[in-house]
């Protein structure tokens, strides 16, 4: 068991190497489109790439996701096969998000020896989930 600092600890080597070892500006944030983010995850069990819809608006929320719905189809065949599509996936503040992620299990921050195998999964994913959307941001954005 690691005590809450060592934790802390391995967390900001991990994104450190992360940073390192795939040097490049994630769009993760930046996509210009309120309320839809992409976001890494690493915990002690999971890896996981996501594009999460976050709009406080529940409307305007539904509306950003029926587009990538819409595209369901393009996502699964030519970039991320293994995608599961969460229209309403509860977080830690009892908020709802809608999310689309892939994950490998068997995985944990804590575990040196796992984090080469997170870290080429989580660049691939991620450059997956970029040209995705670079590709289809006009029809996400409409």
Known sequence: ??????????????WTAFGKSFPRKWTLYNTKI?????KFQFDLKTAEVAIIVDHNNLEIRMELWEKLISLKNIIKEEYLPNATFN???????????????????????HNKNTWQETMVFLSDNMKKVEEFFHEYKDIIEA
């Open 87 to 109: 229209d309403s996936y509860p977080i830690n503040n009892g908020k709802e998000i809608s999310k689309i992620y892939v994950e490998i299990k068997n995985v944990s921050i």
């Open 1 to 14: 068991m690691f005590s809450k600092e060592e934790s802390k600890r391995l967390k900001q080597d991990f």
């Open 34 to 38: 309120k309320g839809l983010i992409f």
